[in-house]
């Protein structure tokens, strides 16, 4: 079902989290449109959960001497590392994006947080501030987006919001007083107040925000995920 909603909606770029290798297999066997970037948390390469993004091949080509992936702890670079607090490893990972018909770039940073640990989740924020901010294209616009276990008014959200990104929540962009954005359900579905633990982020002055949607589609109350999964439309301004 996953992978016949993202092909027929189609959207640009996509953020999974929590996914197996498997699954992600079968949903490109559906949407053989895109191509993808990933690794497993667990070793490096397949095993465990992905932080995959996936984007569709005939609009882009992935700069492979510009992505990545990094573990939030101490030392960020090694598999599987884990120091916050966090029991189990958490990642992120990165690509840069070009524009086959413009040749333009952008970077899109793809993160699962872990869901019990705030210091986790604190060191996570300031691990991909400082990330974003060393970018080698430093001029070329961001996505930050997935499940980061924190609701808006966690110090762990809230410091990208700060100095020195001063990050835009593209959904509150469009909707600043909408309070039915409750993002994680557990298959149960349904419309509730307060807790969207998911975010697409982007940075000031850099895209004009169309859209953007909490997506609660289900067939007969089967969701595609326990999370709803949350949806920007946006269009970079040329600098």
């Given at each position: ?19 197996l ?17 990933g ?23 992935l ?38 018909k ?6 899109v ?27 080698k ?80 589609f ?7 995920s ?11 301004i040329?600098?």
């Amino acid at each position: 079902m996953v992978g016949e909603w993202i092909k027929s909606e189609s959207p640009d770029v996509i953020g999974l989290q929590e996914a197996l290798r498997h699954q992600i297999n079968d949903i490109r066997k559906m949407a053989r449109s895109y191509s993808e970037y990933g690794v497993g948390r667990d070793d490096g390469k397949s095993r465990g959960e992905h932080c995959s993004v996936l984007y569709l091949k005939d609009r882009f080509k992935l700069d492979k001497k510009d992505c990545g992936t990094f573990w939030f702890s101490d030392t960020p670079e090694k598999i599987a590392s884990k120091s916050w607090g966090n029991e189990i490893p958490r990642i992120c990972t990165w690509v840069r994006l070009i524009e086959k018909k413009t040749n333009k770039g952008f970077y899109v940073y793809n993160v699962h947080y872990d869901h019990r640990s705030q210091p986790s989740r604190l060191g996570a924020s300031k691990l991909i501030i400082e990330k974003i901010s060393k970018r080698k294209q430093s001029n070329e616009p961001i996505i930050l987006m997935g499940d980061f276990n924190a609701a808006e008014n966690n110090p762990a959200i809230k410091i990208f919001k700060e100095e020195p990104l001063k990050l835009l929540d593209t959904f509150r962009v469009v909707k600043p007083d909408e309070e039915m954005v409750k993002t994680f359900h557990g298959f149960r579905g349904g419309s509730y107040p307060g807790g969207k633990i998911d975010h697409v982020f982007i940075l000031p002055n850099t895209a004009k925000i169309s859209s953007a949607s909490i997506v609660r589609f289900n067939k007969d109350k089967r969701y595609l995920s326990d999370h709803y999964p949350v949806r920007a439309k946006l269009g970079f301004i040329k600098p």
